[in-house]
Nanobody, 127 residues
């Protein structure tokens, strides 16, 4: 049974940092792409970042324009975990953050193409 569990969310002030974790079980994470998405009430799930499969020592990452330069996605396949380091947080980053994974060759920003999802973790940034 595949399971993704996010953690690391919380309440912080603008300018602070948080690191979200996404721990996977029931699959070999190194063969899956992983994406982070976020959602606020009444809105559609929004792409945040994604990371490719690991090939040799190189992987590829993609970021939404709104977080590029502030957020960093990384993965530790030995721990079956993907991280989202969020720096210089802004109130508009407030949302429930979800990690998702799929066994495809190339990363995608399309949420509907990810097969497995976590339950989400709340991030609240106060001004």
């Amino acid at each position: 049974q595949v399971q993704l569990v996010e953690s690391g969310g919380g309440l912080v002030q603008a300018g602070d940092s948080l690191r979200l974790s996404c721990a996977a079980s029931g699959l070999t994470f190194s063969t899956y792409i992983v994406g982070w998405f976020r959602q606020t009430p009444g809105t559609e799930r929004e792409f945040v970042a994604a990371i490719s499969l690991t090939g040799s020592s190189t992987y590829y990452a993609d970021y939404a324009d709104s977080v590029n330069g502030r957020f960093t996605i990384s993965r530790d396949n030995a721990k079956n975990t993907v991280y989202l380091q969020m720096n210089s947080l802004k109130p508009e980053d407030t949302a429930v953050y979800y990690c998702a994974t799929d066994r495809r060759a190339y990363i995608t920003r399309t949420s509907g193409l990810y097969h497995y999802w976590g339950q989400g973790t709340q991030v609240t940034v106060s001004s």
